[in-house]
């Protein structure tokens, strides 16, 4: 089944501890792409990656980081988590481009105390 | 700068019908506009495109959308709503780079029944 997938689901953790969520997808598409969800303000775009090893920032990249070193994955890494990053955050791919049809991951829900 | 605005923080209709999720956008050029439902704990999923052509879009689940250049909107409908219908709806525009998907803020559809 073709899908994005994102682990863990759920995360509760607490300020300043590094981690990690991850985004695999797996329909040889060339563009992925990390937005964060909050209530009234809809999806904004953290960074986004073109293709392998090509990563940018987007609307809101500050305190995240990504890496894209395999065409399938592409981690985003909260090297120390905040308060304000509590949020719902969604990956995304697309076959060549942020304006093509964007396909979604389930979503993770972090909670940061 | 490019946005997409939808008006209407909530929708409600009863179950069988008709319904209209508003959508109005800013955006220089010709637009790629999108249209996306999000379930409760689900990732967002893909409805229908407009890039070019027919101004009358249909896509999943019986949804349809109309494009109209002068007045700048893109607006969802159904002619027959379904109490499955009742979700969060979100509207799209690409930006300019072709690197992201710029997002209203979404509406909620509750279906009555």
């Known amino acids: 089944e073709a899908q994005v997938t994102q682990n863990p689901r759920y995360l509760i953790t607490v300020t300043g501890k590094k981690l990690t969520v991850t985004c695999s997808q797996n329909?040889?598409?060339?563009?992925m792409s990390w937005y964060r969800q909050d209530p009234g303000l809809g999806l904004r775009q953290i960074y986004y990656?073109?293709?392998?090893?090509?990563?940018d920032k987007g609307d809101v990249p500050e305190g995240y980081k990504v890496s894209r070193k395999e065409k399938r994955n592409f981690p985003l890494i909260l090297e120390s988590p905040s308060p304000n990053q509590t949020s719902l955050y969604f990956c995304?791919?697309?076959?060549?481009?942020?304006?093509?049809?964007?396909?979604f991951g389930p979503g993770t829900r972090l909670l940061v105390l | 700068a490019q946005s997409v605005a939808q008006p209407e923080d909530q929708v409600n209709v009863a179950e069988g019908n008709p319904l209209t999720v508003k959508c109005t956008y800013s955006?220089?050029?010709?637009?790629?506009l999108f249209w996306y439902v999000q379930y409760p704990n689900r990732g967002l999923q893909f409805l229908l495109k407009?890039?070019?052509?027919?101004?009358l879009v249909k896509g999943s689940y019986g949804f349809e959308a109309e494009f109209n250049k002068s007045q700048t909107s893109f607006h969802l409908k159904k002619p027959s709503a379904l109490v499955s219908d009742s979700a969060l709806y979100f509207c799209?525009?690409?930006?300019?780079?072709?690197?992201?998907?710029?997002f209203g803020k979404g509406t909620t559809l509750s279906v009555s029944s």
């Open positions: 995304a791919s697309s076959l060549a481009g942020g304006g093509e049809t964007q396909y």
């Open positions: 329909m040889n598409h060339e563009y």
């Open positions: 990656s073109m293709n392998v090893e090509v990563t």
């Open positions: 955006v220089s050029g010709n637009p790629y």
């Open positions: 407009y890039i070019t052509g027919d101004n």
């Open positions: 799209a525009v690409r930006d300019i780079a072709g690197t992201a998907l710029i």
